[in-house]
């Protein structure tokens, strides 16, 4: 057993260390609320609507339209939109050679080529011409015409590419020559 003296240092160096965890416990609460207070506002989202219009497109339309000009339409807007806010198809337009359903961007020209070429010839038909008429044609010769038809038939002007003997560069000779 302690002495009584003792006793009382004891009894003053509990009461101090317990004081001590107290507010050491105090202030660790008081840290924690403060972060909290601080962080979570930041961890909350805020639900705002997102503004999701598009912006209008121009497009120029020019060719065989009964009013060829500029322009603007509703975003995703399709080549058959621009064609029928210019007043649709002219009489000599080859409606076959304009894909309607591609989608439009801004600053893009729909061109309808006419039924005749610049000279007045009728175009050649890649998918009932003969091969002595298609052998006529810039770029084509016998064998590549024997291969357009062995192709046939075609959908679209670009499914020419697929035939051996054609690339980009051909392609875009013929196009003023020729309809589906």
């Not at 006793?7 to 101090?16: D, S």
């Not at 091969?131 to 357009?148: K, M, S, Y």
Request: charged share 20%; hydrophobic share 40%.
């Amino acid at each position: 057993m302690l002495p009584p003296e003792k006793r009382g240092l004891v009894m003053k160096h509990a009461i101090t260390k317990h004081k001590e965890n107290l507010i050491m416990w105090g202030l660790l609460a008081i840290c924690l609320c403060l972060t909290a207070f601080n962080v979570l506002p930041r961890l909350q989202t805020n639900k705002s609507q997102l503004d999701r219009t598009q912006p209008n497109i121009t497009v120029s339309v020019a060719g065989e339209v009964k009013q060829p000009g500029t322009y603007t339409l509703p975003w995703g807007s399709k080549t058959e939109d621009a064609i029928r806010v210019a007043g649709g198809f002219a009489e000599n337009a080859e409606a076959s050679l304009v894909n309607l359903a591609e989608p439009l961007d801004t600053g893009e020209q729909v061109f309808v080529p006419a039924t005749a070429t610049e000279t007045g010839a009728e175009r050649v038909s890649v998918n009932s011409a003969s091969a002595t008429l298609l052998d006529t044609l810039p770029g084509v010769g016998p064998a590549t015409a024997e291969r357009i038809i062995e192709g046939r038939p075609y959908s679209k002007l670009e499914d020419l590419l697929d035939v051996k003997g054609i690339g980009e560069k051909t392609l875009e000779k013929l196009r003023p020559f020729i309809t589906l």
